[in-house]
């Protein structure tokens, strides 16, 4: 769909009996006999992107991949500067940008967090649930309280975000959520997390089979061992934990931020227009020789 920008709104009809385009890409507008100085630039109009937890680690990497191409939704939990730090960012790569923050664990500020989609946008193309919350702990010292947020933080949301999404998409709409090794392997301090980003897999693969009608693909991505702050938190900041985590990945190194977006990005390309109800493992190659976190099984314990 393209669209003029603003300036081209105080153009007469009278005006502009014809128009011809210009090497630059855009019109001239012309009066009869007359050749004006004004060029209407037209643009096409951006999809729209919301990526839950975008503010800071996989997620802002996710977000700022995007927008080259996007629009952005960038959710936040709190922190108000690192968002305005990211948004401002995102402008600078073309992007138009709504800023929310909410508990990604309540079902009323989901549902605020849409309807602002909604009153901004209108319509939404790519949806990326990263956001998640729990509490690490062995699970003989996880409380209901914290299975119940954590389950409300992934599952739930994962649940509710995509059924809001789904009247707004337009065509060839993109779902992907950001799920972990702990759905895979038993990760110290991560029984409740684990659960639950194997429920959310579960989720992608029933979504992907009911959403295939309308175009739209769903997905995950299963990341491995990603150098972020939240990586140095599970490991109290232990420089030893931190080698033996590296160097126990047959790759011999930690993923990027920057390689988790890129693998997002290319699910929410044409490119990937047939991939559906996959989750796509990268952790280089810690799974394959059966998950580099074994080492780690006392971490959490008391």
């Given amino acids: 769909m393209l669209r003029p920008l603003e300036s081209a709104r105080a ?91 909410a508990d990604i664990g309540s079902e009323s500020d989901i549902d ?27 699970l003989v010292d996880t409380q209901r309280r914290h299975l119940e947020r954590t389950l409300a933080a992934v599952v739930l949301s994962y649940h509710q975000m995509v059924s809001r999404t789904v009247p707004l998409l337009r065509d060839a709409g993109r779902i992907v959520a950001v799920s972990g090794l702990d759905a895979r392997f038993a990760q110290a301090g991560h029984g409740a997390l684990g659960a639950a980003k194997a429920a959310l897999e579960s989720l992608t693969r029933s979504w992907s089979v009911e959403l295939a009608p309308r175009g739209c693909t769903v997905n995950a991505v299963l990341p491995g061992a990603i150098d972020t702050d939240s990586l140095d938190a ?39 227009a047939y991939v559906t109800g996959h989750v796509l493992v990268m952790d280089g190659g810690a799974s394959a020789e059966g998950g580099a976190w074994s080492q780690f099984r006392d971490l959490w314990n008391s």
């Fill in 234 to 272: 599970y490991f109290h900041g232990d420089d030893e934990a931190r080698s033996a985590m590296t160097s126990g990945t047959p790759l011999g190194r930690l993923g990027t931020p920057r390689e988790v977006a890129d693998v997002v990005a290319f699910l929410c390309s044409p490119a990937a």
């Fill in 112 to 138: 605020a967090m849409f309807d602002a989609v909604c009153d901004e946008f209108g319509s939404l193309d790519v949806l990326v649930a990263n956001a998640a919350a729990t509490k690490f702990a062995t």
């Fill in 11 to 101: 153009v007469s009809a009278t005006m502009v009996p014809f128009i011809v385009a210009t090497a630059a890409g855009g019109v001239r507008a012309r009066t009869a006999g007359e050749e004006t100085s004004l060029t209407i630039h037209w643009v096409a109009e951006r999809p729209v992107a919301l990526v839950t937890g975008s503010s800071r680690g996989i997620g802002r990497a996710i977000i700022e991949r995007l927008a080259t191409t996007h629009n952005c939704v960038l959710h936040y939990r709190s922190s108000t500067s690192a968002a305005d730090e990211v948004a401002d960012a995102l402008r600078l790569r073309g992007a138009q940008v709504l800023a929310v923050a």
